[in-house]
């Protein structure tokens, strides 16, 4: 379990036919993006995520709105643990 949690995540995306796609790194989702191979109407989600958001949403919610929004950090309410949860999760498995 602790070894999972040291890899990055992986990110998914919903193709036109609404099959899931992935995992890409985000290095290649960001490739991607800057390329401009993503309509903003993409629904993706990130392995630590709760569900699919358009990149859209994903671009507005992302702390850093003028960077591309695959390395922005995700806000709390799209994670499937918050931070301070995994953290204090973590202290008591130790």
Known sequence: QQQQQLQPP?????????NVQGPFSTGDMDEWFKEGHFPLD??????DQREFVSLANLRRMSQQLFAAPFTAPLPDQLLIQPPQHQQHQQQHQQ
């Open 42 to 47: 993409l629904m993706v989600r990130r392995s």
């Open 10 to 18: 992986a990110w998914f995306y919903r193709d036109h036919g609404d």
